[in-house]
């Protein structure tokens, strides 16, 4: 397999030859680290005539370099290809290729060249044009030190993790962040709302660490070419701004050639993810919202009568209205003659004299009281 961009090449043969070549180099690399893990100088006074200790001096600057100013570099492996490589459930490792069982060499063809491919994507992406040209020359070295350096135990600690134990005391935990083989989605059962609050959560983290990753990765990319490059992020509207100055050819900051395409990709991607951390957003406090309106509801309590009325019991209860002709004692039904009736709730008939000498006139609306 030929890349157009860089020249260089390996075939099947070469796949065969890998083990050979990588066993010779690992323990040169390993019998110069001794007990030092990856923050030792190491590597140090190299000449570029010196490619299996001068490829290890640039990467492993590049490495320290990125991981101090990203704090994981699974983050930042997983933006350099999000299309090909995958992170396990809690994005502490990585799978960009699948292992042998016997080593971290590749198990397949197809492996092969995704680890060649991988590494070409890094180097294009975080080195300079003169590393990235000297990496590129020697890209089977290259792939090499990458696979010993984030594979070979007690080297590269991507967190700072310790542990107690009985003989050595408190020692430094090590976790390799590349996979041995593709990981396997766990689906976990729980409540609803709380598996949407969760899957919103972990997607709105990885979508932050993704939009970290490609701001360092266009500033590094924009450094190469202009070393006191910043970028003030906080301001949208001025980091735009910044962008745009380094695609106009007149403008002191400009990038031509494939890192200014490379970078306006790179803007856009991170356009995206910024809708992208709004909708997650949006969506969680609508869930959250929701549940909030559901807990809210209202129960009435049931009553019960259980007042203690203390030792003279409780109250006799109210008398019931009788509808029907109650008994008044100055007033005799029977009796017709009775003329000083205190009160009649009967209506007096209206008779012809009545009606024809009115008390009083009744006015024809209400307007004239």
């Given amino acids: 397999m030929v890349s157009r961009s860089t020249g260089w090449m390996y075939s099947n043969d070469y796949g065969q030859h890998l083990p050979n070549t990588f066993n010779k180099l690992s323990s040169f690399w390993s019998g110069k680290v ?7 100088n190491i590597f140090y006074n190299t000449s570029w005539n010196e490619p299996k200790t001068h490829v290890p001096f640039l990467l492993m600057s590049a490495f320290n370099s990125i991981h101090r100013e ?5 983050s930042v492996f997983k933006n350099i290809n999000p299309s090909s490589v995958k992170t396990d459930e809690n994005n502490e490792a990585i799978w ?3 292992m042998r069982q016997s080593d971290a060499l590749p198990k397949t063809t197809q492996d092969l060249e995704r680890v060649y491919a991988f590494v070409r994507m890094f180097a294009e992406q975080y080195l300079d044009v003169q590393t990235h040209d000297y990496i590129m020359t020697h890209i089977n070295i290259a792939v090499c030190f990458f696979i010993w350096f984030f594979a070979t135990p007690n080297f590269f600690f991507n967190k700072n993790e310790v542990k107690q134990t009985t003989r050595g005391g408190i020692q430094k935990m090590w976790r390799s962040i590349l996979l041995i083989k593709p990981p396997i989605q766990h689906i976990t059962h729980s409540t609803p709302h709380k598996r949407g609050v969760n899957h919103q959560t972990n997607i709105l983290s ?8 490609i701001q360092n990765t266009i500033v590094n990319t924009i450094k190469t070419v202009h070393t006191n490059f910043t970028i003030d992020w906080n301001d949208n509207h001025n980091a735009h701004k ?19 395409k490379k970078i306006q990709k790179l803007y856009q991607d991170y356009q ?3 809708d992208k951390i709004k909708m997650s957003k949006k969506s969680i406090s609508s869930v959250n919202s929701q549940q909030n309106k559901m807990s809210l509801t209202i ?5 019960h009568d259980t007042y203690d009325w203390g030792p003279l019991g409780p109250p006799p209860s109210p008398p019931k209205l009788i509808r029907q002709n109650a008994y008044v004692p100055m007033f005799n039904v029977s009796n017709t003659n009775i ?9 007096l008939p209206l008779t012809d004299e009545i009606i024809a000498n009115p008390v009083e006139d009744v006015p024809e609306s209400w307007e004239d009281l």
């Avoid at 100055?245 to 050639?257: A, D, E, L, R, V």
């Fill in 34 to 40: 001794g007990n030092r893990d990856h923050t030792a």
């Fill in 206 to 213: 990885n979508l932050e660490k993704e939009k970290k990753t």
């Fill in 299 to 303: 129960k009435v309590p049931e009553t």
């Fill in 339 to 347: 003329v000083n009736c205190p009160v009649i709730d009967t209506p």
């Fill in 272 to 274: 995206k993810i910024t």
């Fill in 242 to 260: 910044t962008i745009s100055n380094t695609m106009q050819s007149k403008h002191q900051h400009y990038i031509p050639g494939k890192k200014g």
């Fill in 70 to 74: 990203n704090g994981t570099m699974v």
């Fill in 96 to 98: 960009i290729y699948t």
